[in-house]
Nanobody
Framework: QVQLQESGPGLVKSSQTLSLICTVS??????????WTWIRQPPGKGLEWMGV???????YYSPSLKSRTSISRDTSKNQFTLQLSSVSPEDTAVYYC?????WGQGTQVTVSS
């Protein structure tokens, strides 16, 4: 069974870059037809899809976040990462890494003004 675990700082200052890592176990991020996604949920709001990296390295982003988002991967560590630049308090959320129905536990990120 695939397991995902997010890690990264819980507090980021405004204008800085948020960086999160998703470590995958129980399966390879390069396995055919697997898609590795970042999703976030701001307090009191719904889920927001941020972007995805495919098993073959292709990457796609939400149009609303594309200018500030970068998703990369380290196949040697079986990890994929999220970077969100120029953050503001509006980026405060629980951030999840996801594959299909498999979700990480989520990590709270707070952006201080």
């Amino acid at each position: 069974q695939v397991q995902l675990q997010e890690s990264g700082p819980g507090l980021v200052k405004s204008s800085q870059t948020l960086s999160l890592i998703c470590t995958v176990s129980g399966g390879s991020i390069t396995t055919n037809a697997n898609y590795w996604t970042w999703i976030r949920q701001p307090p009191g709001k719904g889920l927001e899809w941020m972007g995805v990296t495919h098993y073959n390295g292709n990457t796609y982003y939400s149009p609303s976040l594309k200018s500030r988002t970068s998703i990369s991967r380290d196949t040697s560590k079986n990890q994929f990462t999220l970077q969100l630049s120029s953050v503001s308090p509006e980026d405060t959320a629980v951030y999840y890494c996801v594959r299909d129905l498999d979700w990480g536990q989520g990590t709270q990120v707070t952006v201080s003004s």
